[in-house]
Each structure stands twice: as structure tokens, then as C-alpha cells.
């Protein structure tokens, strides 16, 4: 893949996979909530190629636009895909042009803030992995961010939509135990989108982790998910083929939002 | 797991320490219905195995097809030990090597040659290359949801491939002749081969036959085109017809592709081809450490010895039928329809309410259970130890865990 397209990858997924998972760590986060009491704020991101998101924090959570948003008091922009992906990831770069709120740029220090946060809880150390009640926000978190990345790619990565028309299509869902509150993709032409909760309708894949411990390394991709089937501790009933395919399909987003773990 | 399968998994979560996945590929739990099926077997007889927990099994998946005429068959036993007593791997091949091609060549129609292997996957891959050295071109075309073997061209995973293993790979759809001429077009003269299976066998789906002219129109247009026709006849070679299942389809391949019902579960597999294709098939290198071992080539020798003698393929559409009818009438009478699909010999039955399989994954452990091996998602095979008397136990054994299910259910 040509630099270029993976930068305009990049940043897609960390507007629309990444950076909305700023809900779940502010949710669970005293921390983070404490520094959005004072000063709730909002921000559209925008770069030349015309990528854009906007989010609206607040001390209750983050809503996330996916797109513009007149309401946002802060509108940066990016001259370039590489430019926002490079920001994000952290590298030294020169910051972007504010189109609006210059006067409020310094909330981006919050924004910084929260980013560092959100780092933290999507790459825990084993100290906090062993946490339950750590696991118990990170796998949503993380399966989630995934869940988003596959509908990005699977729209927008040429050969993600290749093997998203070629595959097994239909409603997945994954949950941590028997009475886990689920998350879910509804996979098929037409209709890419992922959402928390019992779906509406009856899934074609569920896919059943033991318990947040196993949910949490096969979310790292680090545990042999066929040995774990076999085992018992991952269970998927229905139409295997649908898990299967989107496990592959959520593997092919780390190198993406995470290219130093990928590398 | 239930205790059910308390061995099974004790020696599963010793293999796990030792080898990836424990039991990897289609045999694979997670292939079938992990916790709900046994992972390993102890012995086998006639249509019957026993799992490390005790259980015994009517199987009908039969190895997974290589079980043709039973487990454990005296005669093809009898000649694989005589051969045995001779010796199986040498330094050269032996006359049961030129006794088993003369065979393959005999049996099959448009066959003037043959060459053997071990696995289904080392004769389909070999042809797609004999394909490409005849013609000179780098295109193969292939069935969307077909299996053909773990080579990165076709391997159904994901894992270690990179996108230029399939940049000179296309797919289109089971009796879709428009998307095939389409693809024709598209790449006119680039080509080499076309790989289909004489019926379509796909997983966590029924399976289905051509329609409308579909394999004649797919012969014709490979004809004009002048693009090898290869047959990958692993699953129904020799169980549908002992000339090979374009017999039973009417078409004619230029190579055709057997493993499965060919030695009675010894390792051995085959490519038969047409005089046109003699030369190029020379030319594509072809070996393996034990492909010219002796026993299951005599094996090979016995087991197509019974099937013709016996006309084999007959009697396994024969009790394939009475599976068939029984089975679909027990849903009937439930108020289910068991849906079959298939040659009855390689038969799938699922529940045809629903699409996603979860229904049929509880009747086929409940199946298990009471002692038959049902595969929920993938095509079974009948052989010819099975009597009336084993689908009449089959068949009840099928309607109780029906039963048990719908308490279930309703």
C-alpha cells in the first residue's frame, strides 16, 4: 500500500474507530471526568482530503459526529492525511491550522489529556489486565474500537471491500459470559455498522468469551483462539464462518491505529 | 465441556501445550461442535468408531470421506499387509505403482495418464500447474465457496498469505455461466485453467447441482477458450460413479482430480488427464517422500477392486436414500423440515427454519449424544458398511434428539 493511503486509512480509523471510544474511557474514568467538569469543550477535526469528525466532550461522556459539526468551538485542520496521522500518533510534527476557536486552543491540552487516557486503557500492562474491574471497560472498549475499524476498512481499504463482498455476511455478536451485554456488527452489503447491547434481531454468530481475562487476550490477539474453542473458553455458535472472517478483518486494523505493536 | 467428553478434552488440553490450535484443520473442535463432540477416537469397524471416552458412533462422515466401503475392510487389510510384508518405501517405486495408473486409466473415460500423491490438495495443485504449462497462461478460475486444499491459491484460512498469492486467482458463483463468460471476456487469452467440482459441496451451506447446462456450458466455453477443464472430484470420485463423477453430470473434464474413496483410508491420491495434456504434465515437476509407497497403492488396487465388483456407488445411493427418506420424514412428523442436499451418498441435511445454523448445530449434539456422528455444517458421507439396520438405528437415534430439542425450542 502506497504511503498515501495508508496515512488517509489511518487517520479515517482514528477519527471514526478510535477517538469515539473517548465515551468509554471518560464513562469509566474518574480521572477523565474531573477534567472535563470544569471545562466541557468540542472539536471537528478536518484534513485536505476531506476526512472530518467532530466530538463533543462533556463530564457524562463523548459524542461522537462523523462528520462536521457548526456546534464545535474548536475546528482544526490538517494539510494533510499524513499530517492528522502523524498527530495522532504522537510524532513530532507542526501542530494543525485552527479554522475556529482560536481562542480556545488551549483546550486542547485536555484533549492531549484525554488521549494519553485512552492510550492507557487501550494498551493496558499485565498489572491492570489483571484488574477485573479494568477488563470489565477495556474488552467493550476494545471490541468496539475494532468492530468500528472493520466497518472503516470494510467501506474504504480496497482490499478489505474485496473481502468483505467475497465473505460470509450477517449480524455478529460477542459477548463475555452467558448474560454478557453484547456488543455487535451487522455485516453485509448495505448495511456496516456495530452497536452495544441485545441486537433487534436473532444474530448469525455469537461469539461467547468464558470470561474477561480470555475476552481480553483474544481482543490482544494474544491467545490460540482455535485451542481456546476447543477448550471451552471461547464458544462461538451459529455460523462460524461469519466469526472467523471478521476475527481476520479485526486483525487488519492494528497495523493501522497501533503500527508499533503491529511492527 | 460436559464430562460427557471428559477424556476428549483431557487430551486436548495436553495437545494444546504442544501444538497450535491442538487439533488443527477440519478436524479441528472448533470445525464441529466443540464441547458437544468427542476430539479423539481409540478404533473403528464397519460404520461404526469408538471416541477415547467410551462412546461408540454409527459415523457418517467416514474419515471424512476417505471410509468408502468401512472401517477396517478385511480384503483391502489383506492386500495392504501383504504389500507390507514385501515392503512399502524404497528407492524406487514398485508395479503396483503401474498397476494402480493402469487401473485409474481403465476406470476413467477420457484418462490416457495418470500420476499419484497423498493428498487431494498435491494433485489439484499440481493440475492448475500443468493447466498453466500447457497453455502458457497465468489465470485459474475457481468456484467461490469450493475447497481444494491448503496451498495459498485456494487455502479456505487466512493466515501467512500475502495479496500476490491470488493475483492470478477469480472466483464466480455455482451455476452462474454469465459471470464465467463475463470473467472469460475480461481476461480472454490469459486463462490456463478452470478448477470445479462436479456438484457444489460448500460449508454452513446446502449443497447444490448445475443447472440449465451449467457444467456442459462451462465444458464448452473452457473448450473455446482453450482453457484446461479440471475436475476436483475429491469428495465424490468413485462414490457417485467408478468412472468418475462427470459420468454422473455429463460433462468431460481434461483433468480429473480422486483422493478420498480411493484406499479405503490409506493415503493416496490421483490426477488422471488427456492425451493433449501428456507433455505438459511431464514437464511439472511432481514428488513427495512417500508418494510412491507401496501399501497404499495396494490398497488402492483392492478398494477399487471391491467397488466396482460390488458396484459400491449403487449401494451407497441405495442406503443414502433411506437415510434420506427417513430423516425427512421424521421432520415431517415434528413439524421441521430436514432439508437434504446433495448426491445421497454424500448427503447434508440441516434444518431448513433457519440460516443460521444454531438449531442445527443443538440437533447434531444431541445427535452425538445418543450415537451417531451428524457434522452440522459440513457435507457427510454414507459407505457401504452401512445397513438398513444401522439407518433404521441412525434414524431413530435422530428423531429422539429431535425430540430433546424441541423441549428445547418450544
Given at each position: 500500500m502506497k504511503p498515501a493511503a495508508f496515512h488517509h486509512l489511518q487517520t479515517r480509523l482514528y477519527l471514526h474507530a478510535v477517538f469515539p471510544a473517548f465515551d468509554g474511557v471518560i464513562k469509566a474514568s474518574q480521572e477523565a471526568r474531573a477534567l472535563l467538569k470544569e471545562q466541557p469543550f468540542s472539536v471537528c477535526f478536518k484534513t485536505r482530503s476531506g476526512l472530518r469528525a467532530s466530538y463533543h466532550f462533556t463530564e457524562t461522556g463523548c459524542d461522537y459526529i462523523p462528520g462536521d459539526s457548526n456546534q464545535a468551538e474548536l475546528e482544526l485542520f490538517f494539510f494533510s492525511d499524513s499530517h492528522a496521522a502523524a498527530t495522532f500518533l504522537e510524532q513530532t510534527v507542526f501542530p494543525p491550522l485552527p479554522l475556529r476557536g482560536f481562542g480556545s486552543i488551549r483546550k486542547m491540552d485536555t484533549f492531549k489529556a484525554l488521549s494519553e487516557m485512552l492510550k492507557v486503557w487501550l494498551k493496558p500492562t499485565e498489572g491492570r489486565l489483571a484488574e477485573e474491574s479494568f477488563r470489565e471497560v477495556y474488552v467493550p472498549l476494545a471490541l468496539r474500537l475494532a468492530l468500528r475499524g472493520v466497518c472503516q476498512l470494510c467501506s474504504h481499504d480496497r482490499s478489505s471491500t474485496q473481502l468483505f463482498s467475497s465473505g460470509p455476511h450477517g449480524l455478529a455478536v460477542f459477548q463475555v459470559g452467558d448474560n454478557g451485554s453484547p456488543v455487535w456488527i451487522r455485516f453485509q452489503p448495505g448495511e456496516l455498522e456495530t452497536g452495544e447491547g441485545e441486537p433487534d434481531s436473532e444474530p448469525d454468530a455469537r461469539v461467547i468469551f468464558r470470561d474477561s481475562m480470555v475476552a481480553a487476550l483474544a481482543t490482544m490477539d494474544k491467545v490460540d483462539s482455535v485451542a481456546a474453542v476447543g477448550l471451552g473458553q471461547i464458544e462461538v455458535i451459529g455460523q462460524v464462518p461469519l466469526a472467523d472472517h471478521l476475527n481476520f478483518l479485526m486483525e487488519r486494523v492494528q497495523p493501522f491505529v497501533d503500527p508499533e505493536v503491529a511492527a | 465441556m460436559s464430562e460427557h467428553f471428559g477424556q476428549s478434552l483431557s487430551l486436548f488440553e495436553r495437545a494444546a501445550k504442544v501444538a497450535p490450535g491442538g487439533i488443527y484443520g477440519h478436524m479441528s473442535p472448533a470445525a464441529c461442535l466443540?464441547?458437544?463432540?468427542?476430539?479423539y477416537a481409540v478404533r473403528a469397524e464397519g460404520c461404526r468408531y469408538w471416541d477415547v471416552d467410551g462412546h461408540e458412533y454409527i459415523d457418517y462422515m467416514c474419515g471424512y470421506g476417505p471410509i468408502i466401503l468401512g472401517y477396517q475392510n478385511a480384503e483391502v487389510e489383506e492386500a495392504a499387509t501383504k504389500q507390507r510384508e514385501l515392503g512399502n518405501c524404497f528407492n524406487h517405486p514398485t508395479e503396483r505403482f503401474i498397476e494402480l495408473v493402469e487401473r485409474l486409466v481403465s476406470l476413467v473415460d477420457f484418462a490416457e495418464w495418470g500420476v499419484l500423491a497423498k493428498n487431494g490438495g498435491d494433485v489439484t495443485t499440481w493440475a492448475i500447474q500443468v493447466a498453466r504449462e500447457h497453455t502458457k497462461r497465468k489465470k485459474i478460475i475457481r468456484l467461490k465457496g469450493s475447497y481444494h486444499g491448503v496451498d495459498p491459491w485456494c487455502t479456505?484460512?487466512?493466515?501467512?498469505?500475502?495479496?500476490?498469492?491470488?493475483?492470478h486467482i477469480h472466483q464466480f458463483g455455482w451455476n452462474d455461466l454469465l459471470a464465467l463468460q463475463g470473467l472469460v471476456e475480461r481476461y480472454k487469452g490469459q486463462i490456463a485453467g478452470l478448477i470445479i467440482t462436479p456438484y457444489h459441496h460448500p460449508v454452513f451451506a446446502d449443497q447444490a447441482f448445475a443447472e440449465g447446462g451449467f457444467l456442459e456450458g462451462v465444458q464448452s466455453i473452457c473448450k473455446a477458450e482453450g482453457i484446461v477443464l479440471i475436475m476436483?472430484?475429491?469428495?465424490g470420485g468413485f462414490r457417485l460413479n467408478i468412472g468418475g463423477s462427470h459420468r454422473a453430470f455429463g460433462f468431460t473434464p481434461d483433468i480429473a482430480c480422486f483422493c478420498k474413496a480411493m484406499a479405503n483410508g490409506y493415503p493416496i491420491s490421483a490426477a488422471v488427464g488427456c492425451e493433449e495434456l501428456r507433455i505438459a504434465a511431464s514437464k511439472v515437476f511432481l514428488t513427495g517422500s512417500y508418494w510412491n509407497s507401496a501399501v497404499p497403492m495396494a490398497a488402492a488396487l483392492k478398494t477399487l477392486e471391491i467397488l466396482e465388483r460390488d458396484d459400491v456407488p449403487q449401494k451407497l445411493e441405495t442406503v443414502g436414500r433411506r437415510l434420506s427418506e427417513g430423516l425427512e420424514a421424521i421432520g415431517k412428523k415434528h413439524g421441521h423440515k430436514i432439508q437434504p442436499s446433495g448426491p445421497p451418498a454424500i448427503p447434508f441435511y440441516r434444518?431448513?427454519?433457519?440460516?443460521?445454523?444454531v438449531r442445527q448445530q443443538q440437533w447434531c449434539a444431541e445427535v452425538m449424544k445418543r450415537g451417531a456422528f451428524f457434522h452440522p455444517h459440513h457435507n457427510w458421507f454414507v459407505c457401504a458398511s452401512h445397513t438398513e439396520a444401522d439407518i433404521d438405528a441412525t434414524l431413530q437415534i435422530a428423531e429422539d434428539a429431535l425430540i430433546a430439542c424441541k423441549e428445547r425450542w418450544d
Amino acid at each position: 500500500m502506497k504511503p498515501a493511503a495508508f496515512h488517509h486509512l489511518q487517520t479515517r480509523l482514528y477519527l471514526h474507530a478510535v477517538f469515539p471510544a473517548f465515551d468509554g474511557v471518560i464513562k469509566a474514568s474518574q480521572e477523565a471526568r474531573a477534567l472535563l467538569k470544569e471545562q466541557p469543550f468540542s472539536v471537528c477535526f478536518k484534513t485536505r482530503s476531506g476526512l472530518r469528525a467532530s466530538y463533543h466532550f462533556t463530564e457524562t461522556g463523548c459524542d461522537y459526529i462523523p462528520g462536521d459539526s457548526n456546534q464545535a468551538e474548536l475546528e482544526l485542520f490538517f494539510f494533510s492525511d499524513s499530517h492528522a496521522a502523524a498527530t495522532f500518533l504522537e510524532q513530532t510534527v507542526f501542530p494543525p491550522l485552527p479554522l475556529r476557536g482560536f481562542g480556545s486552543i488551549r483546550k486542547m491540552d485536555t484533549f492531549k489529556a484525554l488521549s494519553e487516557m485512552l492510550k492507557v486503557w487501550l494498551k493496558p500492562t499485565e498489572g491492570r489486565l489483571a484488574e477485573e474491574s479494568f477488563r470489565e471497560v477495556y474488552v467493550p472498549l476494545a471490541l468496539r474500537l475494532a468492530l468500528r475499524g472493520v466497518c472503516q476498512l470494510c467501506s474504504h481499504d480496497r482490499s478489505s471491500t474485496q473481502l468483505f463482498s467475497s465473505g460470509p455476511h450477517g449480524l455478529a455478536v460477542f459477548q463475555v459470559g452467558d448474560n454478557g451485554s453484547p456488543v455487535w456488527i451487522r455485516f453485509q452489503p448495505g448495511e456496516l455498522e456495530t452497536g452495544e447491547g441485545e441486537p433487534d434481531s436473532e444474530p448469525d454468530a455469537r461469539v461467547i468469551f468464558r470470561d474477561s481475562m480470555v475476552a481480553a487476550l483474544a481482543t490482544m490477539d494474544k491467545v490460540d483462539s482455535v485451542a481456546a474453542v476447543g477448550l471451552g473458553q471461547i464458544e462461538v455458535i451459529g455460523q462460524v464462518p461469519l466469526a472467523d472472517h471478521l476475527n481476520f478483518l479485526m486483525e487488519r486494523v492494528q497495523p493501522f491505529v497501533d503500527p508499533e505493536v503491529a511492527a | 465441556m460436559s464430562e460427557h467428553f471428559g477424556q476428549s478434552l483431557s487430551l486436548f488440553e495436553r495437545a494444546a501445550k504442544v501444538a497450535p490450535g491442538g487439533i488443527y484443520g477440519h478436524m479441528s473442535p472448533a470445525a464441529c461442535l466443540p464441547g458437544a463432540s468427542p476430539y479423539y477416537a481409540v478404533r473403528a469397524e464397519g460404520c461404526r468408531y469408538w471416541d477415547v471416552d467410551g462412546h461408540e458412533y454409527i459415523d457418517y462422515m467416514c474419515g471424512y470421506g476417505p471410509i468408502i466401503l468401512g472401517y477396517q475392510n478385511a480384503e483391502v487389510e489383506e492386500a495392504a499387509t501383504k504389500q507390507r510384508e514385501l515392503g512399502n518405501c524404497f528407492n524406487h517405486p514398485t508395479e503396483r505403482f503401474i498397476e494402480l495408473v493402469e487401473r485409474l486409466v481403465s476406470l476413467v473415460d477420457f484418462a490416457e495418464w495418470g500420476v499419484l500423491a497423498k493428498n487431494g490438495g498435491d494433485v489439484t495443485t499440481w493440475a492448475i500447474q500443468v493447466a498453466r504449462e500447457h497453455t502458457k497462461r497465468k489465470k485459474i478460475i475457481r468456484l467461490k465457496g469450493s475447497y481444494h486444499g491448503v496451498d495459498p491459491w485456494c487455502t479456505p484460512g487466512h493466515g501467512g498469505l500475502i495479496e500476490e498469492d491470488r493475483e492470478h486467482i477469480h472466483q464466480f458463483g455455482w451455476n452462474d455461466l454469465l459471470a464465467l463468460q463475463g470473467l472469460v471476456e475480461r481476461y480472454k487469452g490469459q486463462i490456463a485453467g478452470l478448477i470445479i467440482t462436479p456438484y457444489h459441496h460448500p460449508v454452513f451451506a446446502d449443497q447444490a447441482f448445475a443447472e440449465g447446462g451449467f457444467l456442459e456450458g462451462v465444458q464448452s466455453i473452457c473448450k473455446a477458450e482453450g482453457i484446461v477443464l479440471i475436475m476436483d472430484d475429491i469428495r465424490g470420485g468413485f462414490r457417485l460413479n467408478i468412472g468418475g463423477s462427470h459420468r454422473a453430470f455429463g460433462f468431460t473434464p481434461d483433468i480429473a482430480c480422486f483422493c478420498k474413496a480411493m484406499a479405503n483410508g490409506y493415503p493416496i491420491s490421483a490426477a488422471v488427464g488427456c492425451e493433449e495434456l501428456r507433455i505438459a504434465a511431464s514437464k511439472v515437476f511432481l514428488t513427495g517422500s512417500y508418494w510412491n509407497s507401496a501399501v497404499p497403492m495396494a490398497a488402492a488396487l483392492k478398494t477399487l477392486e471391491i467397488l466396482e465388483r460390488d458396484d459400491v456407488p449403487q449401494k451407497l445411493e441405495t442406503v443414502g436414500r433411506r437415510l434420506s427418506e427417513g430423516l425427512e420424514a421424521i421432520g415431517k412428523k415434528h413439524g421441521h423440515k430436514i432439508q437434504p442436499s446433495g448426491p445421497p451418498a454424500i448427503p447434508f441435511y440441516r434444518l431448513a427454519e433457519e440460516t443460521n445454523f444454531v438449531r442445527q448445530q443443538q440437533w447434531c449434539a444431541e445427535v452425538m449424544k445418543r450415537g451417531a456422528f451428524f457434522h452440522p455444517h459440513h457435507n457427510w458421507f454414507v459407505c457401504a458398511s452401512h445397513t438398513e439396520a444401522d439407518i433404521d438405528a441412525t434414524l431413530q437415534i435422530a428423531e429422539d434428539a429431535l425430540i430433546a430439542c424441541k423441549e428445547r425450542w418450544d
